[in-house]
């Protein structure tokens, strides 16, 4: 059974970090391409980052260099690391494999002050 489980939200001042993790199962990960996409209230679903299996990274503009996304093929976990946070980074963070639509449940990244 294919999981994927979201960690490391909260709430966070503006201008704080945040490291969010997305433990996976039941496939081999190595071989995946792996994506963190985010909702806020009342938007559609955006891409924050993708990393493909060779580690190649992607990012949503809105990034601009804030973010990191990596990936520890040994622990079938992917994260986002997140620095400089702003009010308007506030949403729902999904971990997704992109290339079969599978999502985990999410996480809650609030900043504010």
């Known amino acids: 059974q294919v999981q994927l489980v979201e960690s490391g939200g909260g709430l966070v001042q503006p201008g704080g970090s945040l490291r969010l993790s997305c433990a996976t199962s039941g496939f081999p990960f190595s071989f995946y391409t792996m994506a963190w996409y985010r909702q806020a209230p009342g938007k559609g679903r955006e891409l924050v980052a993708h990393?493909?299996?060779?580690?190649?990274?992607k990012y949503g503009d809105f990034v601009k260099g804030r973010f990191t996304i990596s990936r520890d093929d040994s622990k079938n976990t992917v994260y986002l690391d997140m620095n400089d946070l702003k009010p308007e980074d506030t949403a729902i963070y999904y971990c997704?494999?992109?290339?079969?639509?599978?999502w985990g449940q999410g996480t809650q990244v609030t900043v504010s002050s």
């Open positions: 990393i493909t299996n060779l580690s190649t990274t």
């Open positions: 997704s494999r992109p290339s079969t639509g599978t």
